[in-house]
């Protein structure tokens, strides 16, 4: 079959119905968060993909955008057949609290002067970000998240969201990004305002309704671009050739290629971006630090999920060494983490350039069943001591086959199954006296939370069994998983 376009979209808006409380203590009175949905949310609501974007991105993800006719910034992503399969998957992208696109921020009226915020508007973090969203996720009805994805300042969204709310995801995919931002990436950032600031067009952010800083604005760009680029592709791309000419110009008009992209890169920005909301992300970006008392780690210990961490092997802004001590953090805390970095020569902005890899990476892990993603959790248990009859009761009260036998703590013994009552019965013994503990089978053949889907079939056709107990490190029961388990998740 052939991948798809999910067509053309419009971006949508949810209005919240209280004010939104900020990290600094500060409120927000009736703030928008604007949003695209694409494919369908299934009955259960377990299919839901929340991407993110990064600094200069919007809402709009993937597709056709009704208003302009343009292409969405992953849509060589998300799609029906693509690695974010929209046959699959519900996938829902924002707009960030501070942007400009649709979202409350520093452009949007402050509904107390009837004016635009401009700074008055409160300093944002990452964390606020992701509060609104919650709100989104909630609005939508949806209880946990199959999987988030996210890139740069979206990896940050994602990271805010395994600490915030780990029991609301079943996955994150978490690319090109870092878990506090460095005094490099602060000092980019602070260089990039002062572009803005110095404009005498910014005016102390009162700049709406007149011209807009566009030259502090460009050159922040310009400057933010740099660090999105490597060394050996702005040589591959640029050289040292000049643009429109033969000779030095002996003048200080531009002579290089790379200078002219540049400008291009800058003065296109100025026509989608606003000056006020670049302020406000790149202070985002700079308080981010996920670090809770001195310790990484800590900020994981709630999670659950499975994680997939993606690096740039050519990536100077967020580097992989800055992966990897999030990776370990995450293997420190017991969590389900896997680590890829993709070799490009194209630096930060590989994650939106080397599609065929980030496809591969993202589809093999999504498309990964694991045991936790689809066991019985609401599961029936029995003591040792009880009778096969009320094993039985259980059974055809519950409509289930298998009951694993646990002790006062949860911890299995073993396991009773319908074959077990039935035999009882077909000894002609009294099922009212006999004891769990005579007939239970003892040497249980069990799975763990992170066991492939795969590997537990080959074990249920090896030993030819039709339910499994699931258990954890300490031999606590936590679920059950069945064949019907596994045939069900062709659905999703």
Same mark, same amino acid.
């Given at each position: 079959?052939?991948?798809?376009?999910?067509?053309?979209?419009?971006?949508?808006?949810?209005?919240? /119905?209280?004010?939104?409380?900020?990290?600094?203590?500060?409120?927000?009175?009736?703030?928008?968060?604007?949003?695209?949905?694409?494919?369908?949310?299934?009955?259960?609501?377990?299919?839901?993909?929340?991407?993110?974007?990064?600094?200069?991105?919007?809402?709009?993800?993937?597709?056709?955008?009704?208003?302009?006719?343009?292409?969405?910034?992953?849509?060589?992503?998300?799609?029906?057949?693509?690695?974010?399969?929209?046959?699959?998957?519900?996938?829902?992208?924002?707009?960030?609290?501070?942007?400009?696109?649709?979202?409350?921020?520093?452009?949007?009226?402050?509904?107390?002067?009837?004016?635009?915020?401009?700074?008055?508007?409160?300093?944002?973090?990452?964390?606020?970000?992701?509060?609104?969203?919650?709100?989104?996720?909630?609005?939508?009805?949806?209880?946990?998240?199959?999987?988030?994805?996210?890139?740069?300042?979206?990896?940050?969204?994602?990271?805010?969201?395994?600490?915030?709310?780990?029991?609301?995801?079943?996955?994150?995919?978490?690319?090109?990004?870092?878990?506090?931002?460095?005094?490099?990436?602060?000092?980019?950032?602070?260089?990039?305002?002062?572009?803005?600031?110095?404009?005498?067009?910014?005016?102390?952010?009162?700049?709406?309704?007149?011209?807009?800083?566009?030259?502090?604005?460009?050159?922040?760009?310009?400057?933010?671009?740099?660090?999105?680029?490597?060394?050996?592709?702005?040589?591959?791309?640029?050289?040292?050739?000049?643009?429109?000419?033969?000779?030095?110009?002996?003048?200080?008009?531009?002579?290089?290629?790379?200078?002219?992209?540049?400008?291009?890169?800058?003065?296109?920005?100025?026509?989608?971006?606003?000056?006020?909301?670049?302020?406000?992300?790149?202070?985002?970006?700079?308080?981010?630090?996920?670090?809770?008392?001195?310790?990484?780690?800590?900020?994981?210990?709630?999670?659950?999920?499975?994680?997939?961490?993606?690096?740039?092997?050519?990536?100077?802004?967020?580097? /992989?060494?800055?992966?990897?001590?999030?990776?370990?953090?995450?293997?420190?805390?017991?969590?389900?983490?896997?680590?890829?970095?993709?070799?490009?020569?194209?630096?930060?902005?590989?994650?939106?350039?080397?599609?065929?890899?980030?496809?591969?990476?993202?589809?093999?892990?999504?498309?990964?069943?694991?045991?936790?993603?689809?066991?019985?959790?609401?599961?029936?248990?029995?003591?040792?001591?009880?009778?096969?009859?009320?094993?039985?009761?259980?059974?055809?009260?519950?409509?289930?086959?298998?009951?694993?036998?646990?002790?006062?703590?949860?911890?299995?013994?073993?396991?009773?199954?319908?074959?077990?009552?039935?035999?009882?019965?077909?000894?002609?013994?009294?099922?009212?006296?006999?004891?769990?503990?005579?007939?239970?089978?003892?040497?249980?053949?069990?799975?763990?939370?992170?066991?492939?889907?795969?590997?537990?079939?080959?074990?249920?056709?090896?030993?030819?069994?039709?339910?499994?107990?699931?258990?954890?490190?300490?031999?606590?029961?936590?679920?059950?998983?069945?064949?019907?388990?596994?045939?069900?998740?062709?659905?999703?």
């Amino acid at each position: 079959m052939k991948k798809g376009s999910v067509g053309n979209v419009e971006t949508k808006t949810y209005a919240l /119905p209280n004010e939104l409380v900020l990290k600094s203590g500060k409120t927000l009175k009736e703030v928008n968060i604007a949003y695209e949905t694409y494919g369908k949310l299934n009955k259960d609501k377990n299919n839901a993909i929340l991407v993110f974007h990064a600094l200069s991105g919007n809402a709009h993800a993937a597709g056709i955008h009704k208003t302009d006719g343009k292409l969405g910034w992953w849509d060589a992503l998300i799609g029906p057949l693509k690695c974010i399969d929209t046959n699959k998957y519900f996938v829902i992208c924002s707009n960030v609290l501070g942007g400009c696109n649709g979202t409350t921020g520093p452009s949007s009226i402050n509904p107390d002067t009837n004016k635009p915020y401009g700074i008055d508007f409160p300093v944002i973090t990452i964390s606020d970000m992701v509060t609104l969203q919650k709100n989104l996720i909630d609005h939508l009805g949806i209880k946990k998240l199959f999987s988030i994805i996210g890139g740069s300042m979206g990896g940050m969204q994602a990271l805010e969201w395994c600490a915030t709310y780990p029991e609301v995801i079943n996955s994150a995919v978490i690319i090109a990004t870092t878990s506090s931002s460095s005094p490099q990436q602060i000092a980019f950032n602070e260089i990039g305002r002062r572009a803005i600031m110095s404009d005498p067009k910014w005016d102390g952010g009162k700049y709406y309704y007149k011209n807009q800083p566009s030259e502090g604005l460009a050159l922040a760009r310009m400057i933010g671009h740099v660090t999105y680029l490597s060394k050996d592709s702005m040589h591959e791309k640029f050289g040292r050739c000049l643009q429109d000419k033969n000779e030095y110009g002996f003048n200080f008009e531009t002579d290089f290629q790379v200078e002219s992209y540049l400008k291009y890169q800058g003065d296109s920005f100025t026509k989608r971006f606003d000056a006020n909301s670049y302020l406000y992300l790149t202070k985002a970006l700079d308080y981010f630090d996920l670090t809770k008392n001195g310790s990484l780690s800590d900020a994981f210990e709630k999670l659950s999920a499975k994680i997939m961490i993606v690096s740039i092997n050519s990536d100077w802004l967020y580097t /992989p060494e800055e992966a990897k001590e999030i990776v370990s953090a995450m293997s420190t805390s017991g969590i389900n983490v896997k680590y890829h970095e993709i070799k490009s020569i194209y630096g930060h902005d590989a994650f939106l350039i080397e599609n065929g890899q980030m496809s591969y990476i993202i589809s093999e892990f999504l498309s990964e069943k694991i045991v936790e993603n689809i066991m019985t959790k609401n599961f029936s248990t029995i003591y040792e001591n009880e009778t096969i009859k009320k094993a039985a009761s259980l059974m055809v009260s519950k409509n289930i086959t298998h009951i694993p036998v646990v002790s006062n703590e949860n911890k299995l013994l073993g396991i009773i199954t319908a074959w077990d009552v039935s035999k009882s019965i077909a000894e002609e013994n009294s099922i009212e006296n006999i004891k769990i503990s005579q007939m239970m089978t003892k040497n249980v053949i069990t799975a763990f939370i992170d066991d492939k889907i795969e590997k537990i079939a080959i074990k249920m056709q090896e030993y030819n069994i039709s339910c499994l107990p699931v258990v954890d490190q300490n031999g606590l029961v936590i679920g059950m998983i069945s064949a019907e388990n596994i045939t069900n998740t062709i659905t999703i």
